[in-house]
């Protein structure tokens, strides 16, 4: 059965365009206008959505200096804590209500991560479309069973998830009752190399988990992104900001407006030339199978004279005898005078009559339309 879930007013999975959001973060820089400007540029560029994140330095952390608190993993905000880190990443929740009603205007789905359970309160306020789980709170199993409860779709990042913990909270959600689940694939690392995306588990996380599935990109450039849809990914995230020179937390790995327009129009290029496996051609194949090869008469011809490889050739365009009878016709005689550059026809050879007239396939060459028309 095919997979596929709403999302506000689009459907995703098998069959329909991919859905691709773009992930503000903390690319605002605490300007509320800057994080209008993201959304008018998202808008402008493609995207099907805009993302937040709602959590407050104090909801999602706590103020301390001990060690554990420490970013000394080789990360972009190594030499913080997390609370310092999150004190100046984090998006206002005052200004929430208003950034949805923004991008609603302009079309775009507009949803969030939440960290806490007052957060996925707060989201319900607001009556967001879905929720993102980050990979980071993928083992937090009381907010993804309060979320599962809302029988609303649920993307999940899965960057630093083992597989236990998917099915862990797979589990919860089932147990909900709700299946409508996305798992993207994700390398938590930013920026991500590439040699550690492994784009082969988007197929797999769909195979182990019956969901939909797609890919949340922290590489630079865009080549993964729309690699991943041959690979199935009916989901793409990206970090966006309006210039990665401005600075703030996520700049250094987030896509500026023009480099995210052109991901989705190659993305959106590719799904046109998906296609369907078979053998047929269309329209502008057939005409141009008009090209192919054929039989001609390629030197003056007489009655009873017979065909050889001096008077009869495989040569472009179609619109003589196939070439499978090139063969059959050498050491036959002609019916009649026939000049170069006639197409050769059955009615051409002795002892071929029996074929019939001559059928050609492709009309488009005027010449096969003047046989046809005989």
Known sequence: MRKEIRIGN????????????????????MDYNRAVQIIEAAAKAGADAIKIQTYTADTITMNSDNPCFQITQGTLWDGTTL????????????????????????????????????????????????????????NDLPMIRKIAKLGKPMIFATGIALKEDIEAAMEVCRQEGNDQIVLLKCVSAYPAPFEDVNLAMIPQLAKDFDCISGLSDHT?????????????????????????????????????????????????????????AGYTLGEKQIREKEHSRSLFITKDVKKGEAFSAENVRSIRPACGLH??????????????????????RFEH????????PTKVEHTGNPCAKELINE
């Open 83 to 138: 609370y310092k880190l999150y004190q100046q990443a984090y998006t206002p929740w005052e200004w929430q209500a208003d950034l949805k009603k923004k991008a609603e205007e302009l079309g775009l789905e507009f949803f969030s991560s939440p960290f806490d359970l007052t957060a996925v309160d707060f989201l319900e306020g607001l009556q967001v479309s879905c929720y993102k789980i980050a990979s980071f709170e993928i």
């Open 323 to 344: 070439t499978r009878y090139y063969e059959e016709v050498l050491g036959k005689t002609a019916t009649a005078d026939i000049p170069a550059g006639t197409p050769l």
């Open 10 to 29: 689009r459907l995703i999975g098998e069959g329909h365009p991919t859905f691709i959001i773009a992930e503000m973060s903390a690319n605002h820089n």
């Open 220 to 276: 630079m450039g865009y080549e993964v992104a729309v690699g991943s849809i041959p690979m199935g990914a009916h989901v793409i995230e990206k970090h966006m900001t309006l210039r990665r020179a401005d600075g703030g937390a996520d700049s250094a790995f987030s896509m500026e407006p023009e480099e995210f327009a052109a991901m989705v129009r190659s993305i959106r290029n590719v799904e046109k030339a998906f296609g369907t």
């Open 349 to 356: 050879v002795a002892g071929m009559e029996k074929y019939g």
